[in-house]
């Protein structure tokens, strides 16, 4: 179902038309602030309710929304986006539709996809649309006597883009890759990743809504497949100290009503620009508010303790690290936070772990502060900033990432402007729970600990 026309036929039309396609229950769907895929299922005949008043939801039971157990704001009211309307092809009968959270008849501010609606709408106050392809990693793990784990073949010591492993993994791969087109995602790579078990799949840019919506139908669509299979799909963000994470890279461009680029440099424009990386002036704008509020950004692209196992500062256990530690740009350059190339903006900083809807809301918010503030960005970064001194990293200015949730949430907090653009009771629901989070893992006492100092003292 096209996602552009569906909402100029009536629900009577839609419903005809999927009934067709043999649908019985439609997957009314929601997002809760840590980005978990929730909801209820809604017989076909039903559908015109949850378009108005919505699907009912008892508020408290949703994380993050921080409504009472009585009175008029405890319901919560998820009303289907028909453009997001289409059958889940791995799931024959069944067919999802989006949410747009709503209390007390009026848009809900802590609603994920509600914020990102607010900053989609800033754009488009400009004529403007965000662009963002996002590439999910993740691992595909089996059950055995120690736990899960990679399956038995797949062992090599340098694992990126094993065949092998890759070709035992077919079906899922085939399985998840047909259906992801059938829903218009146009997946075009799949490959086998640093880590044993760790796959990633590539699929076609959408604008920001579009491209969160596409990404929770993603790991929808993954969770159930593996499940079948027998298998565990995990986007936790780091499962194995010895191998490198997963993360979930934003490549983000700006385009006008048009759908001109306008991250590219236009005719008449020195050749390369400025920095000599073939980048508009609003382009680095748009860099310099991402790279200002990097700190704040990184609770909401790094949004769990085990985030920062992988934003990690000094050697990795794993041998090679692609995870930024540092907040800088270069060309071509995966050891900083932002990484430019064909005139398109590679954001690094988020992971698996993310709300797609709250991190692409941030970076709208961030990269509109440097346009709307004429920001300048810094230099370009293009060395290897691993290789480099505390020294040599210092002289050029490049800062460190928070590196654990409790230093992320506080930038949060501390960052008005972010709070001012995604909404005072968004950033305080979030911060509240990731602050808890923070506090119960400090607490927590590990099996390293009791290992290392139990008799030692």
Known sequence: MNRTTSTTRSVTE????????GIKYVFAQFTDIHGAAKGKLIPLAYLADIVAPGAGFSGPSIWGTGLPRNGARSEYYGRADLATLQPMPWMPGYARV??????????????????????????????????AGLEPEFFLLEKGAKGYDAESGDTLEKPSYDSKSLMRKRDFLDQLSTGLDQCGLGVFQIDHEDATGQFEVNYRYADALKAADNFMLFKMAAHHLAEEQGMLFSMMPKPFADRPGSGLHFHLSLADASGKPLFALGAGEAEQGEHGLGLSPLAYQFMAGLLRHAPALTALCAPTVNSYKRLMCGESLSGTSWAPAFIGYGENNRTVVARVVYQRIEWRLPDSSANPYLALAGVIAAGLDGIENHLAASAPVNQDVYEMTAAQRAELGLQMLPQNLGAAVAALKADTVLADALGTSLVKEFTTLKQAEW????????????ARYLDRY
Do not use: I, M
């Open 98 to 131: 989006a949410l747009d959270g709503y209390v007390a008849g009026e848009a809900f501010d802590a609603c994920p996809r509600q914020v990102l609606r607010k900053q989609v709408a800033r754009l488009a106050q400009y004529g403007w649309t965000l662009n």
């Open 14 to 21: 839609q419903q005809r038309e999927l009934a067709a396609q």
């Open 439 to 450: 506090l119960e893992y400090c607490q927590h006492v590990s099996a390293w600990e009791t």
